[in-house]
């Protein structure tokens, strides 16, 4: 088994809500790969030249960051109105269509 040690450096950083992605865009650099769920962060490490991707394997690119930011904004409203996912699954294809 290989040590870990050869894939990246653990860092440790505050417990706040925030803490860990403020670390990150502090210390991300062009070249660097970060792995994220979160949209807001891949946007705006993307503008510094990190490679980001997804949990799911899923390569972020400045080309399709908008859309991805549009459609967390769009889940989180529909959140806050009480909708359910199976509700938003039935109306994701027509906002894609139209996008």
Request: negative net charge; hydrophobic residues 40%; without cysteine.
């Amino acid at each position: 088994m290989k040590d870990i040690s050869t894939y990246g450096i653990w860092k440790y950083v505050d417990s706040g809500k925030e803490a860990a992605d403020l670390f990150i865009m502090n210390h991300a650099g062009n070249g660097d790969i970060v792995i994220t769920q979160d949209i807001g962060l891949t946007s705006t490490l993307l503008l510094k030249g990190v490679h980001v991707i997804s949990p799911k394997g899923v390569v972020f690119d400045e080309s399709g960051i908008q859309t991805a930011l549009l459609f967390t904004v769009l889940n989180a409203m529909a959140r806050r109105r009480g909708v359910s996912e199976k509700d938003q699954s039935l109306f994701i294809p027509r906002i894609e269509q139209d996008l």
